[in-house]
């Protein structure tokens, strides 16, 4: 039991660390090294509110489409129509090719896309960020856990919609059951995919000018949805629908924010100091 936790434990500090690495905008450390940004958010709404309304704009969001956003909505639906045709090839290729190496990589993934493993740290991120005052840091942890929180509950409101059988239940891809509350048929989408996209999706846009977070939080995103079908917990089309939820979930928030003035930009810099030198590094 104490190797489990222990085994727990480690990939837990693994997913606090990354994300924290991600969101971190001003720690200054002992030997003279800091990080130091500038994040202006103009409040004009309460946190707490902004989730009514940004879940408002979530579920209406298809009645102020336009015919652009429609088409782009089309496309998305054909290429999951194209996957859905796939299912049960990818489905025994990635439960037949399955090692201990890719079990180990997959149970690490899933922790990116687990909300309980998120919501943790990105609680942390945000104490980290009251103990040190930095008010950056809060904002953006408050923003990604309301974008992983919110994709979360769009997703199981699908779920319940559809009701569809996972593949290890031992039934085939097109058995859906239809709406009902609860139940055990909730494959479609991927509710770890949805939470690991929005994560990644906040954290490129409020990053926007550094690639290498978006290239890293949509790789680690990436890596959560595949071992949703390697676990054999999801078909493909619900690790695909999931990741176009996650996304479309944290842009309608991003989108909201700016309107409600509460508006991200981030423009970090490394500080090197010492009593003979100072250096500053722009990272613009």
Request: glycine letters at 8%.
């Amino acid at each position: 039991m104490n190797t489990l936790n222990n085994h727990f434990n480690k990939k837990n500090y693994l997913l606090i660390s990354i994300l924290a690495l991600l969101l971190l905008s001003k720690v200054t450390f002992s030997y003279g090294y800091s990080f130091s940004d500038s994040l202006e958010i103009k409040k004009k709404r309460s946190y707490l509110g902004s989730y009514f309304s940004d879940a408002g704009k979530l579920y209406s969001a298809p009645f102020h489409w336009t015919g652009k956003d429609w088409f782009k909505a089309g496309v998305v639906a054909g290429t999951g129509l194209g996957i859905y045709a796939l299912d049960d090839d990818i489905q025994q290729w990635s439960v037949s090719d399955r090692t201990k190496a890719s079990q180990d990589i997959s149970s690490v993934a899933e922790k990116f896309g687990n909300t309980s493993s998120t919501t943790i740290a990105l609680g942390v991120t945000l104490v980290s960020g009251l103990i040190i005052k930095n008010q950056k840091m809060q904002d953006i942890s408050l923003l990604a856990l309301k974008s992983s929180l919110l994709s979360g509950l769009l997703a199981q409101t699908i779920k319940n919609i559809g009701h569809r059988s996972r593949p290890n239940s031992g039934n085939s891809k097109n058995s859906w059951y239809g709406p009902a509350i609860g139940g055990k048929h909730k494959a479609f989408p991927s509710g770890h995919t949805a939470t690991a996209f929005a994560l990644a999706t906040t954290l490129s846009q409020v990053y926007k000018d550094k690639k290498w977070i978006a290239i890293t939080s949509y790789s680690l995103a990436t890596v959560a949805g595949f071992s949703r079908i390697h676990d054999n917990k999801h078909w493909a089309t619900d690790v695909f629908a999931g990741a176009v939820l996650g996304y479309f979930t944290s842009k309608t928030i991003l989108k909201n924010e700016k309107k409600n003035g509460r508006e991200i930009s981030f423009q970090p810099s490394i500080q090197f100091t010492n009593p003979a030198l100072t250096v500053l590094v722009s990272l613009n």
